[in-house]
């Protein structure tokens, strides 16, 4: 349903996005993971046509994002990071206008109204002012959005970014129900557990690249191993655990005020300290080894 063929965007010297290439097949949720400025929200904007690419092809449901783009807005609904809403219009006001400039018949409008609103949890939000509701509930009114022509693609950007947990966890609920309902759906975020609950594959993405693809658990256990074990000590403790971890061919990363000792099941001669706590490896993991950067 998204196929991405050696896609390039440069901005002058800076390579946004360098050589992309993925698919996500029909009714697959695939999780964009990166941190900031890894290259995908420029890649989205390509995929949605608010940008050009400079070189590679993009595909929504077989239609070219660059010669067919009518035909690919009418298949693709879309919630970027920041969603641009009229303040001073009510839900339902918004949302009929939008089904009107999506060519929603005029006969299906009414239905295609009330089923975005109970999708999104907006029934009894339906006739308040949208710059009187909360940042959750604006994010739920671009979701609206996004679905009211039924599109058989989604595409979400960064789509519970500066939103409290709470609210974070209803919209997840949300997604997961459209998955639930088939819809293909790729997602941008740099949250880790958005992407281990609602993907089923996740592709990392740093420095304009796609360095790795697979489902959550095949990339713990090819990147991270079975076990990692976090140690809390004083910096000058810290570096000495380090230096004996690696000096073992272990990886070690940050976490916070401590490190952690990556694969530590195959330490021995004492890398991992007795007082190290010893969990699961995780995405976090991953995360972190491929990108070198702090996750969220």
């Given amino acids: 349903m998204i196929l991405v063929e050696h896609l390039t ?8 996005v360098d050589d992309v290439t993925l698919r996500v097949a029909r009714g697959e949720v695939l999780g964009f993971l990166g941190p900031n400025g890894a290259g995908k929200s420029t890649t989205i904007r390509i995929l949605t046509g608010f940008l050009p690419a400079s070189s590679g092809r993009a595909e929504v449901d077989g239609h070219d994002v660059a010669t067919q783009s009518l035909e690919v807005r009418r298949r693709l609904g879309y919630l970027p990071e920041n969603v641009p809403l009229p303040g001073d219009a009510r839900v339902h006001e918004y949302l009929e206008f939008r089904a ?27 006739r308040r002012i949208i710059g009187q509701l909360s940042r959750g509930y604006r994010q739920r ?29 209803e919209l997840w609920t ?38 790795s693809r697979g489902k959550p658990s095949d990339l713990v256990a090819q990147h ?3 076990e ?23 990886r070690v990363r940050p976490a916070g005020p401590a490190i952690a000792i990556v694969g530590s099941e195959k330490a021995d001669n004492g890398a991992v300290p ?23």
């Fill in 9 to 16: 965007r440069r901005f002058h010297e800076l390579v946004a």
């Fill in 100 to 126: 009107r400039l999506k060519g929603v018949p005029a006969r299906e409008r009414t239905r295609a109204l009330d089923r975005v609103l109970a999708q999104c949890g907006l029934v009894e939000m339906r």
């Fill in 141 to 169: 009114v671009g979701l609206a959005d996004a679905l009211v022509a039924d599109p058989p693609v989604l595409i979400l950007d960064e789509p519970t970014v500066g939103l409290d947990p709470q609210i974070r966890t």
């Fill in 174 to 211: 949300l997604i997961g129900g459209l998955k639930a309902r088939g819809t293909t759906i790729l997602m941008s975020t740099h949250y880790i557990e958005e992407a281990e609950r609602l993907a089923d594959e996740v592709a990392l993405m740093a420095h304009g690249k796609i360095i």
């Fill in 224 to 226: 991270a191993g079975r």
């Fill in 228 to 250: 990692t074990a976090e140690v809390y000590a004083p910096p000058a403790r810290l570096a000495e655990v380090r230096a004996n971890a690696e000096a073992q061919g272990l």
């Fill in 274 to 296: 007795p007082d190290a706590i010893r969990r699961a490896a995780s995405l976090e993991d991953v995360f972190v080894l491929l990108t070198g950067e702090e996750a969220e």
